[in-house]
């Protein structure tokens, strides 16, 4: 799916879940209709003599030079961007979502310096670490011909790694899922730079999982660290939805039959015989992404009898938002259902990042916002018959646009979203994959969530000898949240409200108790902390067996 496809496929998924509260059809604004919608408007433009021209950019220059330490005054590799500004704005209102997507994302390097020329003018910066530290920001004047200098001590609010829980992602690619390696995505990036951009974020395992081909496996294993553990991966095409095989060295191939021997007996057998493949090689065999948009890369619905055959499932792909009416909100969904019928997958996430600076969809987004101006502004005079579906766009870009925006700015790129798991012991790749084949991890992209039913964690059965327990929830988080929900068996979700709390040196702790909580018809519980669909996490299930069920 092309770049222009996957943009406007996202939006109008978001719409679609919003768009009757709005008072229009949702059936007007499917993923096909917006796209149309979207290059019949941009035709209109120019035939009404509006052309589309990205603001030029500043060709004056000054020099950032920034060095990130930690606590011990150690130069820290880590995240920093950098949003042009008008000069207002916080965290607090506009600065995420200004209406203004241009962005750049860099890293510093393994001193914590960052050096580089930008156009002159005013920013906000930010740096971060991922879900252990605060997010740092400032606001940055950067002056033509000049060198503008930032020290920041980077402190963490929790080390999970203490208390046994690892950060990775696991779905990621570089250079060799693109035509120059056979592949058909245009990727740059080396698994060296992919390595660095994971690490960036905090990340302490990461799988490069590449298109049609092995090639990465000995350059990926080489970047390797005492902290960071590279997971060997590849993403198999297999025209019925994409295998993960993880951890496995030889190249699984997925046998596509041609148009006279392809029946779904075959298929099925192929999905069988592979996922076993790949299992006797010591690996973990995962269904990516089931319920994408293109029929060749999603689950196909008519196999869900033989889903078992997979070892986990991806239920959170960051290539785009966890929001209702996206591929990634009916893949939570699927996993749900999944678990009300007894089937238990454990879920992952994965950024499938394609494109470590995260400036994918600038030029779309500017288009999109030009083509809303002349539409509000009234110089483009549509149609009587458009003016229906004209509304539902400019519906679209009250609310959903600018949600799309937040999301690409917080979320967008290598661990953008990632999978926290816990080890027992030493951390190295087989324990990795065990835990999550063991489903004892939460997914998340920004928020620590780990609860326990009285010592109980996630991907463990908790055995009840009452009807009541305390539910423990550890939950912190560098930016603020605003709830839980609670999904149970039976269909049951429950919200419980958070409480406003102060922020302390970067780190808002929600962490509580619910004391006595019934567990009397409960079999599985997942819990997940939000804001948005910018400030999540998800847990795997803990189940509950009655004492004389044991």
Known sequence: ?????????????????????????????????????????????????????????????????????????????????????????????????????????????????????????????????????????QKLVIETGRTTQVLQKLESIVNLK????????????????????????????????????????????????????????????????????????????????????????????????????????????????????????????????????????SWNPAFNDIITTFDTMEIWNGSNPMYPGTTNHKAFRFWLELLEQGIYLPATAGSDTHNILANDYVQLYGKIR????????????????????????????????????????????????????YLSGEKNGFRILDSLRKGRSYLTNGPVLIPDIDGTYPGNTYILHNKIADINLKLLANRPLERINLYKNNNIKEVISLEETRCINGCFDYSFTLFHYSLEEVRWIVIQAESDCTNMAITNPIFIKRAEEV
């Open 1 to 137: 799916m092309s770049k222009e496809s996957k943009f406007f496929s996202i939006l109008a998924d978001m719409a679609w879940s919003t768009v009757n509260n709005k008072g229009f059809q949702a059936k007007e604004l499917n993923s096909s209709k917006f796209t149309e919608l979207i290059l019949w408007l941009e035709e209109f433009a120019v035939y009404s003599g509006y052309n589309y021209e990205e603001k030029p950019g500043n060709k004056e220059i000054g020099i950032l030079k920034l060095k990130a330490v930690g606590e011990q005054g150690e130069g820290l590799l880590c995240q920093v961007k950098l949003f042009p500004s008008t000069g207002g704005g916080t965290p607090a209102d506009n600065y995420l979502d200004n209406g203004e997507l241009h962005m750049y994302r860099e890293m510093t390097n393994e001193q914590g310096i960052l050096e580089k020329s930008y156009p002159a003018g005013q920013y906000h910066l930010e740096i971060t670490r991922g879900s252990e530290y605060p997010v740092y920001w």
């Open 162 to 297: 203490e208390k046994g829980w690892y950060c990775g992602d696991l779905h990621h690619h570089s250079i060799y899922s693109s035509p120059v390696y056979g592949g058909t995505d245009p990727v740059v990036e080396s698994p060296m730079e992919v390595s660095h951009s994971m690490r960036a974020l905090g990340l302490t395992f990461g799988a490069l999982s590449d298109h049609h081909n092995t090639l990465n496996h000995t350059e990926w294993e080489r970047t390797g660290t005492e902290e960071f553990t590279p997971l060997i991966s590849k993403e198999i095409s297999t025209s019925n939805g994409h295998v993960m095989s993880l951890g496995v060295k030889e190249d699984m191939i997925y046998q596509i039959p041609d148009d006279k021997h392809r029946n779904d007996t075959y298929l099925r057998e192929e999905f069988i015989r592979i996922t076993d493949s790949i299992r006797e090689a010591g690996g973990l065999a995962q269904i990516n992404h089931p319920r994408d948009h293109s029929r060749a890369i």
């Open 370 to 421: 030009w083509l809303e101006n002349l539409i509000r502004d009234g110089r483009l005079k549509l149609p009587e018959g458009i003016l229906s579906l004209s509304e539902s766009f400019l519906s679209l870009c009250e609310k959903e646009l600018m949600v799309f925006e937040k999301w690409v700015k917080c979320n967008l790129g290598s661990g953008g979203v990632r999978t926290y798991t």
